[in-house]
Structure formats: C-alpha cells, structure tokens
C-alpha cells in the first residue's frame, strides 16, 4: 500500500543513479526556481488581498488587450493625433510666443540694470498669473511676510558663494546646519537623535529609503527589500522605491478616518520588509495615520517606520500648545494622536524647513532616531581618484545660502512666532472644513483633517467635483486634484488668510455653476476622466505628464 502514497526508495535511488550530477543540478535550480517564486507570489497576494490581486490583474489583462488594439495602425494614428493635440495645447499654455527669447550666451556681459528689467518686463509679460502675492494658491508658496522676506534675502547675501561641501572654508555655515537638525530633533521630542539637511521634502525621503534599504542589507541580510506605503502617502515614496530598487505594497485606507488600515499593513509586513510608512499629516487630504499602531507593528518586527512629517513640517508640533490637538469645532471633532520619536517604534521622520518653517524653497529636514541609522545614509568613496570622498546626502556641492537662509527664517520666527502660524493657518483650514460640512450639502470633508489641509469630495454622482475645481480655477484658485476618491483639496498657508470669506463664497458659486453646466472641459475633468477611462487612461495620462516636462524646457 505504501508504495502508492510514497515512492519506493528503491525507484527513487535507481531514479538518481541514471541520472547524471549535471542533471540533477539542473532539477535542483528547477525546483528551487519554483519554491522561491512561489513564495514571492504568496507574500504578494498576502499583502494585497484576494479580491485586490484578481482585481489587479483583470486590469493588467485589460491593459494588455488595449495596448494590443492600439497597434492598429489606423487606430494607433488616431491617438497620435490627440496626443499630437494634447502636446500643442499644454506647450500653448506654458510657452509665450510674442516675447524675446534668449536662447544663448550675449556676446557681451549685461548690466545689473539690465537684467533686473528683464525679469521685471518677463514677469509683466506673463501677466497677471505670475503674481504669487496675490494669487489665490492651495500651498506652493509658504511665504513667511515681506519682513521674513528681508531676513532671508540679508542671509542669502553674505552666504550666497558659500558650500557646506568645505567645513573648513565655510564653518559658520556647518554650525548653523547642524544648529537647523538639532532644532528639528527637538521639536520632534528626540534630542540624541540624528539626522542631516536635504534639498527637500522628496531627497529627505528618497534618502530614507536609501538608509533602510542599506541598513537592512547589512544588519538583516535582506536583498530584495519592500516597503509597506499608504495609498494617501507622498509620491515620493515611490519615486525612492524606484531609484532604490525596492519593491512597494501600497496599502488603501479607511474610506471615512482616511487613516491606513493597519490589519492590511500587518498583513504586508514579511521577512523582507524593511520599512513602513506612515503620513502625520498626508498629502491628499490632511489626514494623519495611527502612528502609534505602526509603531507596535514595526518595533515588534525590528523594521523601520518613516513618519513623514514634510507636511505637518511646523504646524503639528505646535498644534497642542496652540490648543488645537483635541476638541470639537463646528460639529467637528479633531484629535492629534502622538506622531513624533516619543511614539515606540518611530526610527525617522521627514520635517520640511521650505513648507510651514517659511524658510527658503530647497531646504528640508531628515531626522534619525540614533547616529546608528543614520551612517546608512551617507556616500563614501575612499579610493577615488580625486580623493577621498564623503557626502551625507544625495548632492555634493549644496548651497550653503539657503542652510544661512533656513537658520535665519527659524530663529527669526522662533517657538512663539510658530505657535501663532500654527494657529492662524489651522483655523483657517477649519473655518474651511466647517463651513463645508454645515453649509455646502452637496459636498464632503474626507476625514477630519486636523492640520492644514483640507480636501473635499461630492456626495453625489450627479455633481462632479473636478468640474467644481475647474469652476474654482476660472475664479482664479490654484488646488490640487485628487483621484481615489476624486475630490479636490486646499492647503492653507498664510497667504491664504486674507481669502477665506472669497474662498467660500466662490465654493458656493462653483458648486452652482457645476451643477447648472455639468459637461465643461476643464483640465482637471479632462485629465482626471482620461485616467479613469480604461485600462489604458493612466498610461496616456503618463504620456500628457510627459510632454509636460518636455514643456518646461522649450525655451
Ligand atoms: C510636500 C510633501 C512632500 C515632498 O516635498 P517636496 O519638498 O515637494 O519634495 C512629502 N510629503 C508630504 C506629505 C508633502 O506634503
């Protein structure tokens, strides 16, 4: 009976008897191939679910009929045809056409006189929508008031040849970057940490990916690194995991909290796992992710946990001491859970210097929970030809006008000057979000944002909120689209202060004007119902991002 459930050992030495080492290697690498992707496979729909993963490929399958059809070459010359169109409308938009152009070098050096009317004569030329003062922006510009303006400018001057790259030529600008971390670690409650300046937001977290993947590669031997990434974090992430070579399970959140779902996070996080991510506050919508839970998670894996911080910058550090962490507003209830390195389990944390620290554009901060950590993000080359190299962070020669220009905006602002930002923006952000909840029925606050931004979405299929954005820009407002679910969002900054009544009361007249003309053509319906279209709808979407870049360097 045996010998039908088991083979027989005798079948199974005379098997390897006739076969030669060569084959038998060769049969070993076979199933080793086998077992290895088979397990990959499983960690793979373990971390995206049945439903997800069957969804995922149905798309793939679709997308690869469509792209199939696409060669077609009467249809292939159609698409062409419109994408030809797309390219010439965006390239229309960006690039003027009745002004001079300076495409190369003047034969001979202009003067300061010159030059300054220039820009000033490019600007007018431009019109009106260059005029950031004025404009009605979510986010992009966080400036800190003309007199702020005057010390980063005064700092920028005495600075401006100066590179941190040489210490020894340059070292008050050393002091002062080591002096912006260690603020930084301090307002983020971790004053032995480390971390080191970057050029912003996105180098702060492309680097923190670079340290966990090196970190793991060395302590935990792991050579195919992945990281777990809530669907509403920073696209930088992804930008990190790609440069880097890691492998990204993107993670939804809770529709109502917009929180990540830690049950799908715990169940993404495998021997390979290097890193979780959470958002404090996110960029989409403003909402903040269960720290503490990822936290638990990550300690109890001996895993990394990025809080990105890039966004919440100066404002969550303060909300406490501003009185904003806990409590209701307009029906509202919002409440700040613990974010920084005193949560267990934290080992980094991003804080944008550019964004609510007001100083100069091109500078943020990443932050460690030890020297430890940190030394996997350095570069060092000992035998190069040119010398020993050794660099920090991505860049080489940095300019050490803007560390001058963020130290100076820091301690011109100081704790106090902070707190009242923090207030006065957070407000506003509320004053926002309240008035939609009460006063705009057709409209929605995803989450309960309880920071700077705040993104809304329609209750109905009837209203299309993109259409509501594209009213919004008509009346001069710069904000973000956002897809999944679609909704648009504002990110409050000081600029924004003086336009809360305006901003509301165009709301109210774009909500009316989208439901009266429902079928507009605006560039944010246009592209975001290109991408949602078919299977196809995100690769075209990606060429029209493409002729965009393209765009910005036609001169
Ligand atoms: C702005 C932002 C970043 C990236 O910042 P950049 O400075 O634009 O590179 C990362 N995360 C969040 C949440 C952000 O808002």
Redo the contacts with the bound molecule.
């Keep these: 009976m045996s010998s039908l459930v088991l083979p027989d050992p005798m079948i199974v030495r005379d098997f390897l008897r006739t076969r030669t080492p060569y084959e038998t290697a060769k049969t070993a690498l076979f199933v080793y191939v086998i077992v290895t992707h088979t397990f990959k496979l499983y960690r793979h729909i373990r971390a995206r679910g049945v439903t997800d993963s069957v969804r995922h490929s149905w798309t793939w399958a679709c997308k690869q009929a469509l792209l199939l059809a696409l060669k077609v070459p009467s249809v292939q010359k159609d698409v062409q045809q419109k994408l030809n169109q797309a390219r010439l409308e965006i390239e229309d938009k960006l690039v003027p056409k009745a002004v001079p152009r300076h495409l190369a070098l003047p034969e001979e050096g202009k003067s300061v006189e010159w030059i300054l009317a220039e820009m000033a004569k490019m600007d007018s030329e431009m019109g009106p929508k260059a005029d950031w003062r004025h404009a009605k922006l979510s986010g992009a510009v966080y400036h800190g008031g003309d007199d702020m303006l005057e010390v980063i400018v005064a700092a920028f001057e005495r600075y401006a040849v100066s590179n941190p790259l040489h210490p020894d030529v340059f070292p008050a600008i050393r002091k002062m970057e080591a002096e912006i971390v260690s603020m930084c670690l301090r307002m983020y409650n971790n004053p032995n940490g480390a971390g080191t300046m970057t050029s912003?937001?996105?180098?702060s977290?492309v680097m923190a990916v670079k340290t966990y993947r090196d970190w793991a590669r060395e302590v935990k031997g792991i050579m195919e690194p992945e990281m777990i990434v809530p669907a509403t974090a920073?696209a930088?992430f992804d930008k990190g995991a790609a440069y880097m070579n890691v492998k990204v399970h993107l993670i939804p959140v809770d529709p109502l909290t917009r929180k990540v779902n830690i049950k799908r996070v715990r169940r993404a996080i495998n021997r390979n796992t290097i890193l979780v991510v959470g958002?404090a506050?996110?960029?989409p919508d403003g909402n903040q992710d269960d720290i503490v839970a990822l936290g638990e998670l990550a300690a109890r894996h001996n895993i990394g946990l990025h809080v990105?911080c890039?966004?919440g910058s100066f404002i969550l550090p303060f909300l406490e001491k501003a009185g904003l962490a806990d409590g209701e507003d307009g029906g509202a209830r919002y409440k700040i859970t613990p974010f920084d390195f005193r949560v267990r389990g934290v080992t980094s944390i991003?804080c944008?210097t550019?964004?609510y620290g007001f100083a100069p554009k091109g500078s943020?901060v990443i932050m460690y929970r030890d020297a430890t950590l940190r030394r996997h993000q350095y570069y060092v080359l000992p035998d190069w030809t040119g010398g020993v190299y050794a660099s920090p962070s991505l860049s080489g020669s940095r300019p050490g006008a803007l560390i001058a220009g963020t130290w100076a905006a820091m301690h011109y602002m100081g704790s106090d000057g902070y707190l009242k930002s923090c207030y006065e923006i957070v407000s506003c952000a509320r004053t926002i979000a309240n008035t939609i909840t009460n006063s705009i029925p057709e409209l929605y606050v995803l989450g309960s944002p309880p920071a700077s931004v705040v993104a809304f979405g329609s209750k109905s299929l009837e209203l299309n909120i993109h259409e509501v954005g594209d009213a919004m820009s008509k009346r001069g407002w710069h904000l973000n689209a956002l897809s999944g679910p679609a909704a648009v969002h504002i990110a409050c900054t000081l600029l924004t202060l003086p336009h809360v009544n305006t901003f509301i009361a165009d709301l109210k007249d774009s909500v009316r004007e989208a439901k009266e003309n429902p079928y507009g053509k605006g560039t944010m319906v246009m592209l975001y119902g290109l991408g949602s279209s078919s299977a196809v709808g995100p690769d075209m979407v990606g060429e029209v991002a493409t002729f965009f870049l393209d765009a910005l360097y036609k001169a």
């Design positions: 912003g937001g996105t180098e977290i920073h930088a958002s506050v996110n960029f990105d890039c966004l991003s944008d550019h964004k943020s």
